[in-house]
């Protein structure tokens, strides 16, 4: 069966950095893009960031310049590199593969079939 678990969240000062992976099994990732959505407290989930099976990536404007998306395909393995991190980053961290192989590098959360348990990060002032 198709998993996902994140690791990596935390507890982490404004201005600091944070590495969040997410460990794939029951299938090859490669060929699937993969995401990084997010839910803040009271808020609804939204995008963060996806990474092609070319590692072609899209992210959202609020993290733009600031987080990074990779994968590492030999180890089914992606990341989310957090730098310069925000009080407004404070929230669960889900990460999502794609329902189909090569289905593009979108936004949107009915492109991903398959979802991990997430992994809180809190951003302190």
């Known amino acids: 069966q198709v998993q996902l678990v994140e690791s990596g969240g935390g507890l982490v000062q404004a201005g600091g950095s944070l590495r969040l992976s997410c460990a794939g099994s029951g299938r090859t990732f490669s060929r699937y893009d993969m995401a990084w959505f997010r839910r803040a407290p009271g808020k609804e989930r939204e995008f963060v960031a996806a990474?092609?099976?070319?590692?072609?990536?899209n992210y959202a404007d609020s993290v733009k310049g600031r987080f990074t998306i990779s994968r590492d395909n030999a180890k089914n393995t992606v990341y989310l590199q957090m730098d310069s991190v925000k009080p407004e980053d404070t929230a669960v961290y889900y990460c999502?593969?794609?329902?189909?192989?090569?289905?593009?590098?979108?936004?949107?959360?009915?492109?991903?079939?398959?979802w991990g348990q997430g992994t809180q990060v809190i951003v302190s002032s």
């Open positions: 999502a593969c794609a329902a189909a192989a090569y289905s593009g590098v979108g936004r949107a959360e009915n492109e991903y079939g398959y």
């Open positions: 990474i092609s099976w070319t590692t072609n990536t």
